[in-house]
């Protein structure tokens, strides 16, 4: 998995249908060489902007939401603790 | 899932079967620190050249087109906003 | 999908015996700022050393060969128009 | 597979109810053109910090725990010997 | 698939019962701008140390084992002959 922290929401009026009602926001890599590279994911823990994350990528995206039919390949599996250092 | 800008449209006359009536984009990544990786994408969306959007990629694309025996694996899933930032 | 150029065979006489009688390429990724990276596909479309072309990748790979056993993760779905821009 | 060191402990106590009970650690890549490259991984094995690991990703990650349905791509699947060169 | 050098044996006595008897190969990656960057493989096809080879990745190299449940994502399918230019 990444580690991620949250920047932003994303907004995509037009889109998939299966997609409706899922939160799509942008995260970026942090903490690794790879730091700063971007990607948008979908969130159901609860995440803010400014949390940092932890992002499952792949199929394994689809079990995190519990629908192998949705098409995303990023999610939010769960918060970093605060005192957590990575 | 990626943010990608459409470029161009993509013809290959001479391709599998089960991509027939599906349309080809050129996408480029943006906002990220993969801004200008290309990859061709499948759209459904009904996206145009110039539009932001969003890419998913691996088997998440055929859950897009509803399809897994469809060859791809990058899928338009949404197009996104015009005041969205990313 | 990714966008390639053939510019070779592989020959690999000993190889597994699910792969028998599949046709090997040495494909170059053009048109991105991945150009240069370099991928072994397996062409069934009829493409030729010289021909630009769409390759897909991980488990789509054998969707293209209509087999899920056979251990491959890129193949040929497509042959570039020649007047396409890329 | 990746040689990878960990690092560290990941602690995220939001986080989905299936990650519940799966010790998540730290991994930095070792011994490769990708190292420093860090990622979250579960470990079933008993690996500790200081420890050079194997870690297997993407849905062979679900295959090491064993349960299709947990929502991870980065797993331990063995310690490298200590007099192993890698 | 990616064509590599195996450089080394990789012993790694503490591992998933699953993956006990397959024989784990250090390989690094040949003929392609990702040149240098090291992976280990699962080989059974029989190759040795200098052996240039063809690798796949994901979870087709689960389909190479022919077990679904092993959880590997990286496997030798041929050896590159000897004349083979790449």
Redesign the interface.
Known sequence: ???AELI?????????D??QGYK?M?AEVI????A??????VD???AGIGDRV?V?????????V?N????????V?????G????
Chains 1, 2, 3, 4, 5 share one sequence.
């Open positions: 998995m990444i580690t932003g929401n994303v907004w995509a009026t037009r889109k998939a299966r997609l799509l942008l903490g690794s060489t790879q700063g590279q971007r990607m948008v994911v159901q823990i609860g932890l499952v990528c792949g199929s394994s995206a689809r079990r995190m519990g192998d039919d949705v098409p995303i390949d990023a999610a599996i769960g918060i970093i603790d005192d957590c250092i990575i």
